[in-house]
């Protein structure tokens, strides 16, 4: 695709800006970009990843969706779609596209992509051993691939490991602070151990990404009740 040297300028600064962390810049400029060159997929995805950054999952969602239009078997985009849609708390929509996942990419698991799905798969089959081992490998080939961490956190909390699972949801977080899982489970170790100014901040990030959630509101709820001199660490 041939772009006029202006549209290549503003696509720099975009990208520029995405790096530096300054979302509301970067998105702007896609959108910009964009509504000169509306089939641009890639560059629409790159949007998508912006918004998600920024916790406009629903934004973000849309924009994937678009992409996948000009590219159905871009595996990269479809894995950001199931992640937008599992962000949403929409987990059906985000399952089905990872089954299509499956079916694109190589199931030998020496892939993080692959591992992770393998992983996934295992986990809704409560295959708790084997979802472990994939799930490590995940993190292990790509230590910065949304939800990974996640759900190995999951996995190991499942298992009974909760040292090592409250490691993962950490890592989570320093992949994407907005991760609605991670927040919640670091939240509710947190507030388990009387840390409940930092057990709030984590609540307050769950609730920018599900508003409504009864779970979250209610741990809201309860450190609000609990003592000053307890949110204060006394």
Known sequence: MLWAHGSEVRLR???AAYESGDLAAAIWL????LKDFPDAAEIRSNLG????RDGQFADARTEYNLALRRVPNNS???MNLALAYYKLGRLAEAVTHLEVLHNLQPRDGESAESAFLLGQSELLRNDLVAAVGHLA???ELNPKMPWAHTLYGQALRREGRLEQANAQFNEELQ???YDFTANTEVAMLLRQDGKLDEALAHVTLALQVRPNDPGV??????????????????
């Open 13 to 15: 600064q975009a990208s």
């Open 30 to 33: 896609y959108r910009e970009f």
């Open 49 to 52: 990843a912006a918004l998600v």
């Open 76 to 78: 990269q985009v479809r």
């Open 137 to 139: 490998r995940a993190v």
């Open 175 to 177: 992949v994407n602070p």
């Open 217 to 234: 509101l209610y741990q809201r709820a309860s450190i609000h009740l609990r003592p000053a001199c307890h949110r204060s660490g006394r």
